[in-house]
Structures are given as C-alpha cells and as structure tokens.
C-alpha cells in the first residue's frame, strides 16, 4: 500500500468485501491531498467502503489503492469543473473509452456525482453512464441496490433498470434535437423512460462529518462538519442556495457534538462547514459548548459566515481558538445591487461586523464580492470603493480583504438566463486600482475563468467535442477559443454559451433535470430582480421583455 494511506486516521470501519462483492472503483480526478479534503468524497468513499457487497479501491491522479483487474463500477466525485480532464486521463488509464456510447458490456459502468454534476451535467454527459443527481444519503444506496437486481444482464438493460430508481439519470436514454443554436426538445429514448429526472433531497438532522483524518489534506488533520446544508438567503444568483434546498441543519446535540466529540479524539483541528454555518438557529448554543476549557487546545475555523451574524462572542471564540480572521460575502457595496441580488445586509451591518470582529480580537476580515451582476453599472463599483475605504478608516488595524469574483449564471438560479458581463473584466482592474493603494489586500478571481465556468454552467451536450479538444490544448481560456474556433459550424459559439441574455422560454440544457423550485418561482425571483433595474438596464438585459 502507498505510504500515503497509513497517514489516515479512519473515522468508520470498513466492511470486509464478501466473496461475491462487486468489485467498484471510486475515484477523485485529482491528487489526493485535493480529494481527501473534499468532505463530499470522504462522505460517499465510506458509505460505499461499509457495504461488504462491495470491494472499493481509491484512484486519485497520484495514487491509488490496490485497483481489481475488471472493475464493474466506477465511479468519479467532480467538484471543480476543469478536473473533467482528469476524468477522461483516468479512464484511458484504466483502459475504458471515454464517451459512454462505444462502452460495451466488459465495460465497466461509469457513474458520477458531485456538486458540477448535480448542477449542469450535459457538457460532460457523454462521458457517463451514470449521473447521480442529488444528496448522496438515500440514492447511493439506491442506486447500488439497483445495480445488483441487474448484474449479469446487458449494458442497456442495466441502464433501463437503473433510470427507473428516482435521481439517477442515464444521459444517453435521452435524446436531445436542435435548430442552430437552440434546443427544441430533449425526451427519452422510449416510452418506458421517465421523461424528468428529480433532483433528490435528503431530509435526515445528522448532516456529514469526516470519515477519515489525515495529515496529508490540504487542510492538514482537519475534522470537519456540516453545520448546515443549503442557505436561506437566496441572494439570485447563489447555486450553494438555490440548487440545494430546502435549507437543513444538523442537530446540535444528537448529531454535531458527538459527531465533533468523536473527531477530535484524532485530531484537534475542526472546521465548520456550510454555505452559511452561522444560520443555524442553534449556532450561539454550539459556540458556547465549544468555548469550555475542554476545547482549549482545538484550532476552529469556519467558513463564511453571515454578515449580520458576526458578534463579539463568534470573534472571541474564533480568536481563542487560533482563527486569526473571518470570512463575510457583501457582494457590493451598492445597496441597489445588494437588493437586486436579494442580499438582505444594511451598509451599518457590515460596518458593525468589523468592528466587531475587531473587538473580539480578530486580526483580519475577508469579504467576498462580486462585479458584473445584472444591472451593476460603473457607480454601483464607486460604492464598492467607497465603502470599502470607509470601512478601513473606521476599523484601523484590521487587516481588510476584498476577495472578488465576475457574475457567472448558474443552472437552477434565477440568474441562469443571464450572461457574464463583459464590463466585469475592467471593473475588477478598476477595483485593483482603486483598493490597493489604500490599504485593502485585493483578491480578485480571474475574468477568464469566470467566462471558462460560464461555457460549463450554460453548456449543453455539443460541447463533449470540445472538452475533448481543449483537453489537449490545455485549460487556458485561449484553448477554449481556439477549440470554438474549431468547432465553428458544429457548436454554438462561446458568445451564446457565455454572454448572451437567454429568452426565458428558451429550453435550457438541464430542462429535463427537477431541481429543487419550479421554473415559474425562478422566473418569479427574476422579476423581482429586474424591477430593481434602473431604466436603461431593463431594456437591455430583462429576459421577460426580450
Ligand atoms: S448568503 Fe451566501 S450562501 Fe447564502 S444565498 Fe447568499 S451568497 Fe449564497
């Protein structure tokens, strides 16, 4: 066994594989310090390693486990959209053809799941057998106690069965027709086919915890805890929100404490996990469990927290617990955008935030914005600017961040008809102009890669040509380009994909994949939004009146 895997302390015992267990490979297309910090594949590696029906072996791109000669499931956990080159490099490593339609029946089923997946999987779907769509707690189960009912027989017969279980799609049971650049339909194969796929919600209160610590994560020997599962907030154009409600939350003392008393018999280090860990109703109560002696030694963090949630108790605790700062997502420092995007933050709230994480001993705050949401002009950025200066002024000695991403739509949003604005790219210049010489660490997120994420969020099955070229070209957005380039005639062009404001009546890609709220409510929330648009903004960019 690679070196690597005795570093791990294991949070569950694995079953011992039965003589007839499936021999199963789950991957993560990435090295392992990257995919052993994912809490996602930790999460499904040890509910998949505790069936003793099967015999799972990891693969990463640097390492893997003892691997069996002809795997009978394999399966990838994607969550950063560019690692789908890794995916294709992994199964010609395991000699599999990488487009699931030349895959025969000594093949083994490709399945996947995963936050990129559950959210746009056409550009990648025929490259899978298999896409499970969804929380993983129920439909994993499901979709192995599925498999077994149909080992033996032929590769469609086994797709067929497995279509019918609620939250697995099968890409290639589902026939897609276009005119140019638009689809015009997208129904299955035949009648016995389920015409939608629903995006499965799990309801249990004991969210996800480490399976395994190690000192080899990126985050080393951490423990984490999901605290909370979806937010919500709701602001437009959230996926972490949108795609994953309702929001849920852990229960504080049948689920959080043991999980984390557990854990930290390993390690003492925990990280609190979730798109907004500070909503939980019962949050004051954790930090206060967590603030006795006991917990001395332990090294907290938490990721971003809301805003109006920051009080001296979090920074105390934080600070105590060798957090030296704090993550808040502002977004602007326009109010119009703020309520176009539906964050519900008041300017003084933000301002009382740092000053209270100041007070409570923090050294530094981090907060995360974006340009380039619709309806954003060049004065919603002074705002930005303004407000940030202010801040600094009225909090000196914290160290203040301004972390800083373009508008990129998103499948299951109320954003998704949009397109990134091409004004986003001088806006993060003028930020970077404007912040650093007063004093602000400026992070921006590459323009380039928001428009690479956009080709992904917005793609539809045409562009598995193209990720197979740009593979070879390399992940710049030059090699996207040149791969459009050509392409040109066989796909839309990166225009379409990226830019373009799309009609609210146009079929979207993902239109046969249910997400958690109905098109009418998204379009709903659009409008909410646009009627925040001043005038000259409506015109151009409201969908509805397109
Ligand atoms: S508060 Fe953060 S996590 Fe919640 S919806 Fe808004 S952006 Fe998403």
Same mark, same amino acid.
């Given at each position: 066994?690679?070196?690597?895997?005795?570093?791990?302390?294991?949070?569950?015992?694995?079953?011992?594989?039965?003589?007839?267990?499936?021999?199963?490979?789950?991957?993560?297309?990435?090295?392992?310090?990257?995919?052993?910090?994912?809490?996602? $594949? %930790?999460?499904?590696?040890?509910?998949?390693?505790?069936?003793?029906?099967?015999?799972?072996?990891?693969?990463?791109?640097?390492?893997?486990?003892?691997?069996?000669?002809?795997?009978?499931?394999?399966?990838?956990?994607?969550?950063?959209?560019?690692?789908?080159?890794?995916?294709?490099?992994?199964?010609?490593?395991?000699?599999?053809?990488?487009?699931? /339609?030349?895959? !025969?029946?000594?093949?083994?089923?490709?399945?996947?799941?995963?936050?990129?997946?559950?959210?746009?999987?056409?550009?990648?779907?025929?490259?899978?057998?298999?896409?499970?769509?969804? /929380?993983?707690?129920?439909?994993? !189960?499901?979709?192995?106690?599925?498999? %077994?009912?149909?080992?033996?027989?032929?590769?469609?017969?086994?797709?067929?069965?497995? =279509?019918?279980?609620?939250?697995?799609?099968?890409?290639?049971?589902?026939?897609?027709?276009?005119?140019?650049?638009?689809?015009?339909?997208?129904?299955?194969?035949?009648?016995?086919?389920?015409?939608?796929?629903?995006?499965?919600?799990?309801?249990?209160?004991?969210?996800?915890?480490?399976?395994?610590?190690?000192? *080899?994560?990126?985050?080393?020997?951490?423990?984490?805890?999901?605290?909370?599962?979806?937010?919500?907030?709701?602001?437009?154009?959230?996926?972490?929100? $949108?795609?994953?409600?309702?929001?849920?939350?852990?229960?504080?003392?049948?689920?959080?404490?043991?999980?984390?008393?557990?854990?930290?018999?390993?390690?003492?280090?925990?990280?609190?996990?979730?798109?907004?860990?500070? %909503?939980?109703?019962?949050?004051? =109560?954790?930090?206060?469990?967590?603030?006795?002696?006991?917990?001395?030694?332990?090294?907290?963090?938490?990721?971003?927290?809301?805003?109006?949630?920051?009080?001296?108790?979090?920074?105390?605790?934080?600070?105590?617990?060798?957090?030296?700062?704090?993550?808040?997502?502002?977004?602007?420092?326009?109010?119009?955008?703020?309520?176009?995007?539906?964050?519900?933050?008041?300017?003084?709230?933000?301002?009382? =935030?740092?000053?209270?994480?100041?007070?409570?001993?923090?050294?530094?705050?981090?907060?995360?914005?974006?340009?380039?949401?619709?309806?954003?002009?060049?004065?919603?950025?002074?705002?930005?600017?303004?407000?940030?200066?202010?801040? *600094?002024?009225?909090?000196?000695?914290?160290?203040?961040?301004?972390?800083?991403?373009?508008?990129?739509?998103?499948?299951?949003?109320?954003?998704?008809?949009?397109?990134?604005?091409?004004?986003?790219?001088?806006?993060?210049?003028?930020?970077?102009?404007?912040?650093?010489?007063?004093?602000?660490?400026?992070?921006?997120?590459?323009?380039?890669?928001?428009?690479?994420?956009?080709?992904?969020?917005?793609?539809?099955?045409?562009?598995?040509?193209?990720?197979?070229?740009?593979?070879?070209?390399?992940?710049?957005?030059?090699?996207?380009?040149?791969?459009?380039?050509?392409?040109?005639?066989?796909?839309?062009?990166?225009?379409?994909?990226?830019?373009?404001?799309?009609?609210?009546?146009?079929?979207?890609?993902?239109?046969?994949?249910?997400?958690?709220?109905?098109?009418?409510?998204?379009?709903?929330?659009?409008?909410?939004?646009?009627? %925040?648009?001043?005038?000259?903004?409506?015109?151009?960019?409201?969908?509805?009146?397109?």
């Amino acid at each position: 066994m690679n070196p690597i895997f005795n570093a791990e302390h294991l949070l569950f015992t694995p079953a011992s594989p039965n003589r007839d267990a499936i021999p199963t490979i789950f991957a993560f297309p990435n090295t392992y310090t990257v995919g052993i910090t994912s809490l996602g $594949y %930790q999460v499904v590696w040890a509910t998949l390693a505790m069936r003793s029906d099967l015999d799972v072996s990891r693969l990463f791109t640097d390492v893997h486990e003892s691997l069996p000669r002809s795997p009978e499931l394999v399966g990838f956990s994607l969550s950063w959209e560019l690692d789908y080159v890794n995916i294709l490099n992994l199964l010609e490593f395991l000699e599999v053809p990488i487009r699931s /339609d030349v895959r !025969g029946d000594n093949d083994p089923l490709i399945f996947g799941g995963g936050p990129v997946l559950s959210a746009n999987a056409e550009p990648f779907a025929d490259f899978f057998d298999v896409i499970l769509v969804g /929380d993983g707690e129920d439909l994993l !189960g499901n979709f192995i106690t599925a498999y %077994q009912q149909v080992r033996t027989a032929d590769r469609l017969t086994q797709l067929k069965h497995l =279509a019918q279980v609620p939250g697995i799609y099968i890409p290639r049971l589902y026939q897609v027709e276009y005119d140019g650049d638009l689809i015009t339909s997208i129904l299955p194969i035949d009648s016995n086919i389920p015409s939608t796929i629903t995006k499965q919600t799990y309801r249990g209160n004991t969210l996800s915890a480490s399976t395994v610590v190690t000192e *080899k994560a990126a985050w080393e020997n951490i423990f984490m805890v999901e605290v909370v599962r979806s937010c919500p907030e709701m602001c437009r154009f959230c996926l972490a929100s $949108y795609l994953t409600l309702p929001f849920r939350v852990a229960s504080i003392e049948e689920s959080l404490i043991p999980a984390i008393d557990n854990g930290l018999k390993v390690t003492n280090r925990l990280g609190l996990l979730g798109a907004s860990v500070t %909503q939980h109703p019962e949050f004051p =109560a954790l930090l206060e469990h967590l603030a006795q002696p006991k917990y001395d030694d332990v090294r907290l963090s938490v990721s971003s927290v809301r805003t109006n949630t920051v009080t001296v108790q979090l920074a105390e605790t934080l600070s105590k617990r060798d957090s030296k700062s704090l993550t808040i997502a502002v977004e602007s420092g326009s109010k119009r955008i703020r309520k176009i995007v539906n964050k519900k933050l008041e300017t003084d709230e933000i301002f009382q =935030a740092a000053a209270n994480a100041k007070a409570g001993g923090l050294k530094g705050l981090k907060l995360y914005g974006m340009v380039g949401i619709p309806g954003e002009d060049n004065d919603d950025v002074d705002q930005t600017v303004k407000m940030l200066r202010s801040l *600094k002024k009225a909090t000196p000695g914290l160290r203040l961040t301004f972390g800083c991403s373009s508008f990129v739509p998103k499948a299951h949003t109320p954003f998704q008809w949009f397109g990134v604005n091409k004004a986003a790219d001088k806006r993060l210049k003028l930020l970077q102009k404007q912040l650093t010489p007063n004093g602000i660490e400026f992070r921006p997120e590459s323009y380039n890669w928001s428009v690479i994420q956009a080709i992904i969020s917005r793609g539809d099955r045409r562009l598995s040509h193209l990720l197979e070229l740009t593979r070879n070209y390399g992940d710049s957005i030059g090699s996207f380009k040149r791969a459009f380039k050509e392409l040109r005639g066989q796909v839309p062009d990166l225009d379409f994909y990226v830019h373009q404001t799309w009609d609210v009546s146009q079929i979207l890609p993902w239109n046969h994949i249910i997400g958690p709220l109905p098109q009418p409510t998204l379009i709903k929330h659009l409008e909410s939004a646009t009627a %925040q648009f001043d005038l000259v903004n409506s015109i151009d960019m409201n969908p509805i009146n397109n």
